[in-house]
């Protein structure tokens, strides 16, 4: 065999192989093998994030500290995760139908899907709030739906710190029929007896519950 057609079959072959190399190259833009599963969704989060200062977010607190139901029913309509949403303090629209001792916001919050122990930057729950602001319709709704009377904030204190502190009587009722913990101690030691206000009836109830509790 000539010189010539060595030299010509060795172009084709290197040809050949550059030319089966580029096929049997995987695309990174192509699919996945499907020996591998897709764990895209499945990882993915079940609802947006949305930041506290994005335009829908203001807007949407906006609408729920001037306690407008039929714009929040309207917003909530065309995005159910704003329910979710926070503002600069980390608190959730819940959090604000609680300090506004708005019930009717809070039931439709809830009934939307609001986590009912969401904290805020704090580490307030709702609970906690509706406690400081004496809301005794939606502290009832929020115990009705199971929220935590035992969650602390970052100093320590329970809902039940909170009601005794701003005297919120009938909610302290509420907190201690849902058997909450009158010896808990917040990050100082203190118990709800150490911060209850001088004269207040909730000092009695204390007293009262722990009897019952004892005599039980």
């Known amino acids: ?5 060595i030299a010509y079959y060795l172009i084709v072959l290197v040809i050949a192989g550059a030319a089966l190399a580029l096929v049997s190259k995987p695309d990174p833009k192509g699919d996945a093998p499907t020996d591998k599963p897709n764990t895209s969704q499945k990882n993915a989060p079940s609802s947006r994030a949305i930041p506290p200062d994005s335009p829908v977010s203001i ?19 065309a995005d159910e995760t704003l329910v979710q949403t926070i503002d600069a303090k980390g608190r959730t629209p819940l959090h604000i139908a609680a300090t506004r ?50 969650a602390a904030d970052m100093k320590g204190s329970r809902p039940l710190h909170m009601a005794v502190t701003y005297g919120s009587v009938e ?17 100082m030691g203190r118990r709800p007896l150490n911060v209850v206000q001088q004269g207040s009836p909730i000092i009695q109830l204390l007293r009262e519950k722990n009897k019952n509790r004892v005599s039980d």
């Not at 807007?59 to 309509?77: P, Q, R, T």
């Not at 009934?111 to 005794?136: C, E, I, M, W, Y």
């Not at 909610?171 to 990050?187: F, G, P, S």
């Open 171 to 187: 909610i302290a009722k509420m907190l201690l029929d849902q058997k909450a913990d009158r010896d808990a101690k917040d990050n």
């Open 101 to 150: 001792e708005d019930a009717k916001l809070a039931r439709l919050l809830l009934q939307s899907g609001a986590k009912v122990d969401a904290t805020d930057k704090r580490k307030k729950t709702p609970l906690h709030h509706a406690a400081q602001a004496g809301s005794n319709a939606v502290a009832l709704l929020l115990l009705e739906a199971e929220a935590d009377v035992e």
């Open 1 to 5: 065999m000539s010189r010539d057609k």
């Open 59 to 77: 807007k949407f607190f906006d609408v729920v500290s001037a306690g407008n139901l039929e714009a929040i029913k309207e917003m909530l309509e």
